[in-house]
């Protein structure tokens, strides 16, 4: 059974940051990318980050490219979305998933495997 479990959000002001983790199991984990979501209330699920198999590319949304990093820890079997600068619009559910995709990364549609989600909230 594929478990993914996010842990790190919380309720923070203008310009703080947070890390979101995000724990795999049950899956050869470095045989999937890894990608984040975010959907806030009463809009669409939208594509944050995503990290290659091995780590050696990573694509990001225009929204939050400057100000967040993913990363990910084969070891640990975990990925991690560093998020620096945070602005009230970063308010929403954040998600972690799994691809065995090789492409579409921004692609929601293209997730094997999703998390429960881990509330995000940023202060003005």
């Known amino acids: 059974q594929v478990v993914l479990v996010e842990s790190g959000g919380g309720l923070v002001q203008t310009g703080d940051s947070l890390r979101l983790s995000c724990a795999a199991s049950?899956?050869?984990?470095?045989?999937?990318?890894m990608g984040w979501f975010r959907q806030a209330p009463g809009k669409e699920r939208e594509f944050v980050t995503a990290?290659?198999?091995?780590?050696?590319?990573?694509y990001y949304a225009d929204s939050v490219k400057g100000r967040f990093t993913i990363s990910r820890d084969t070891a640990k079997n975990t990925v991690y979305l560093q998020m620096n600068s945070l602005q009230p619009e970063d308010t929403a559910v954040y998600y972690c998933?799994?691809?065995?995709?090789?492409?579409?990364?921004?692609?929601?549609?293209?997730?094997?495997?999703w998390g429960q989600g881990t509330q995000v909230t940023v202060s003005s």
């Open positions: 990290i290659t198999r091995r780590g050696e590319v990573t």
């Open positions: 998933a799994a691809t065995f995709s090789v492409n579409q990364y921004r692609v929601a549609s293209q997730y094997d495997y």
């Open positions: 049950g899956l050869p984990f470095s045989s999937y990318a």
